[in-house]
């Protein structure tokens, strides 16, 4: 079964900390990842789009990280800003020869305090 | 400014009543989706439609209809038949092309049944 696992569910972080948000996959086959970010009530909207050749991928203070091998991704935020408070999403996609057909997780909440 | 325009931003339905979403967009896109976002759940396919006319279901398609008369627009009706409608709805676009990696998604309509 195609699944998109990421962890932790949610995080609490100090302004201007990093932190890492990791994302496990089992969907095959892979065409490429993406990492969207969700603020309360609005749409997703994308921070970067890796395809299978892809090990990095840099967005301003967004850094995300692809190992194809072991299915695995990270979104790596740095010195955060309470802008950054959302849910952020990993979201694999299949090809199917016809259309594209993509696996969401579930998110990882993000809060970022004074 | 291209864009994808999901109105209205909260609906409230009433038991026994079919309402519908609206989705307008002017990214000259071909296909359009409709998901359902729960809490702790990963966004659900609905439907989607890659031309014109046409339109596929998705894995909840269950009480729900949609329609493609114009390229820019892809209503969902909710009806009475799903029997919990409660839930944040997105809509998205996309050019078909598999090298394409860009979903734009529209901000939402929050339907909630009184």
């Known amino acids: 079964k195609n699944q998109v696992e990421q962890s932790p569910q949610s995080l609490i972080i100090l302004e201007g900390k990093n932190c890492t948000l990791q994302?496990?996959?089992?969907?095959?086959?892979?065409?490429?990842l993406r990492w969207y970010k969700q603020d309360t009530g609005r749409g997703p909207v994308s921070l970067t789009i890796?395809?299978?050749?892809?090990n990095t991928k840099s967005n301003g203070r967004y850094t995300a990280t692809l190992d194809a091998d072991t299915k695995q991704s990270s979104l790596h935020i740095t010195a955060s800003q309470l802008s950054d408070s959302a849910s952020y999403i990993c979201?694999?996609?299949?090809?199917?020869?016809?259309?594209?057909?993509?696996?969401f997780g579930t998110g990882t909440r993000l809060q970022v305090t004074l | 400014d291209g864009g994808i325009t999901q109105s209205p931003k909260y609906l409230f339905r009433k038991e026994g009543q079919n309402v519908t979403l609206s989705c307008e967009q002017n990214?000259?896109?071909?296909?359009m989706y409709w998901y359902r976002q729960d809490p702790g759940q990963g966004l659900r396919l609905i439907y989607y439609?890659?031309?014109?006319?046409?339109?596929q279901k998705g894995d909840i398609a269950e009480g729900y209809s949609v329609s493609r008369e114009k390229k820019e627009s892809f209503p969902l009706t909710v009806t009475s038949a799903q029997k919990n409608p409660t839930a944040f709805y997105l809509c998205a676009s996309s050019m078909t092309s598999p090298l394409n990696y860009g979903y734009t998604f529209g901000s939402g309509t929050r339907l909630t049944v009184v």
């Open positions: 439609s890659q031309i014109v006319n046409d339109f």
């Open positions: 990214l000259n896109h071909d296909a």
């Open positions: 979201v694999v996609s299949q090809f199917t020869g016809t259309a594209s057909k993509l696996t």
């Open positions: 994302c496990n996959y089992t969907v095959s086959p892979f065409s490429n």
């Open positions: 890796m395809t299978f050749s892809e």
